[in-house]
């Protein structure tokens, strides 16, 4: 079996996961904050960790969804469009996830992107799961 528009998006995706902890890693070398975020609080290492930690608590389930996806024959173009559309609302995330601003515009297209994306490969995963149980 080969699903090569997944393996396409997860190594983009580790590529994305590697950045967003150098970011974190990187600050917390440069201002020797070993856990947590200092005392007093470093809002900048704040931000930084919880982008890294959303990007991980979704993205890698969102993967898993599209191996199987692809691995049930889906239209690869359904792929490259919301792959596309995931890597738009990360970068998003990634920039509009701020302590001090619930509101951004950044946050709100990345997290309500993410949100959308996941239920949509996983109705489309219940869909075909569904057909093929009940034949």
């Known amino acids: 079996m080969s699903i090569p528009v997944t393996l396409t998006y997860a190594s983009l995706f580790a590529i994305f996961a590697l950045i967003l902890s150098f970011r974190a890693g990187g600050l917390r070398g440069k201002t020797g904050i070993s856990l947590l975020y200092g005392d007093p609080a470093n809002m900048d290492l704040a931000e930084r960790v919880r982008v890294h930690q959303n ?25 490259y469009v919301t792959g596309d559309l995931l890597v738009i609302a990360r970068i998003a995330h990634a920039i509009g996830l701020k302590h001090d601003n619930m509101q951004h515009v950044g946050r709100l297209i990345g997290a309500g992107g993410t949100a959308l994306i996941t239920l949509v490969t996983a109705g489309y995963g219940l869909w075909l799961g569904a057909r093929a149980l009940l034949g």
Not at 55 to 69: H, K, S, T
Request: proline share 4%; glycine share 4%.
């Open 55 to 79: 990007f991980l608590e979704y993205v890698p389930l969102i993967l898993i969804m599209f191996a199987a996806l692809e691995a049930q024959g889906v239209s690869r173009m359904f792929l």
